[in-house]
């Protein structure tokens, strides 16, 4: 019985402009892809009463975030005709203007690569054991909630 490999997703830090350009060029010789569809989380500056939010430290329950979006995958490859699937998540603290989720998907048609992107995106901001500590200007912090 062979188990299957877990793709870790996490990266320390904000996820480079650099890091996104190659993942996208690596995929320009694969010439059956005719669409990628690609999200960036990117933390805003949220005014919250009167504090700034100027970064946002990430946190996870690692191994359970790893296997659920192991599943994830498998649902969302099992309903979508993907070349390819890759996503990146943050950990530790990424200041606002950065990114922090990158999602990119690939197929021969448009409309399964955005499709397959914005579910996976959606899934993984309702089901993986991922948090957010929001850091104010003032050094002050709270827990961050998803919107």
């Known amino acids: 019985m062979s188990e299957k490999k877990i793709k870790n997703i996490f990266m320390q830090g904000p996820i480079s402009s650099e890091f996104i350009g190659e993942s996208i060029q690596k995929h320009s010789t ?23 939010v100027s ?4 946190t ?29 998540h943050s950990l530790g603290k990424v200041k606002a203007g950065e990114i922090c989720l990158f999602v990119f998907s690939s197929s021969k048609h448009r409309k399964i690569a955005i499709d397959a992107c914005e579910e ?25 909630t998803n919107k």
């Open 30 to 52: 694969n010439l059956k892809i005719g669409a990628h569809s690609i999200f960036l989380g990117q933390v805003r500056a949220d005014q919250i009463e009167d504090k700034i």
């Open 60 to 88: 996870a329950y690692t191994d359970m975030a790893l296997e659920k979006m192991s599943t994830i995958r498998e649902e969302i490859f099992a309903k979508y005709d993907l070349t390819c699937l890759h996503i990146h």
């Open 55 to 58: 970064a946002i430290d990430y």
């Open 120 to 144: 996976t995106v959606e899934k993984i901001k309702a089901e993986l054991p991922i948090w957010g500590k929001e850091e104010f200007e003032d050094e002050t912090h709270q827990w961050k």
